[in-house]
């Protein structure tokens, strides 16, 4: 905020433009977590089903309870399994957690936009304002103008 501090707002103003950019660093930390979990999982399905094809394809397996039974027989598989199954629902919860992070930061986004009128109610302030947006969006990728992303 060391950037923006030529702006002369007044102290709840700085902490609430404070408050929306650590809850964008959250927000941009999170999602980068979750596309990680994403290729992560996608990666061990890929292994998985890769891994399967292979060894299933050279055994004669004529019934599906005979895949069952291959599936079963080793350790290996039901670890590989636990593997993709965690993954799954770890990329899931981080799914969750970023949706959560998004609303948060949405809200409080929103929030200052509604009540600009109010924090900026002279016509100098005014001017202020659009500086500090503009200063918001480009330092930041904050959009403070319009509540629609």
């Known amino acids: 905020m060391k950037e923006l501090s030529h702006y002369h707002v007044d102290e709840p103003t700085q902490y609430i433009l404070e408050s929306v950019i650590t809850k964008k660093e959250k927000l941009s930390a999170t999602q980068k977590s979750m596309n990680k979990w994403k290729w992560a999982f996608f990666g ?31 350790n290996k598989h039901l670890f590989l399994l636990i593997i993709i199954v965690s993954t799954y629902f770890k990329m899931i919860q981080m799914q969750k957690q970023c949706d959560k992070l998004e609303k948060e930061f949405n809200d409080l986004r929103c929030e200052i936009i509604q009540k600009s009128k109010d924090i900026w109610s002279t016509p100098a302030q005014w001017e202020n304002r659009k500086d500090l947006y503009a200063a918001m969006k480009q330092t930041y990728d904050i959009n403070l103008y319009h509540e629609n992303k």
């Open 44 to 74: 061990c399905l890929l292994l998985g089903m890769s891994y399967l094809f292979v060894f299933t394809s050279q055994l004669n397996l004529r019934a599906f309870s005979d895949f069952i039974q291959f599936f079963l027989d080793d």
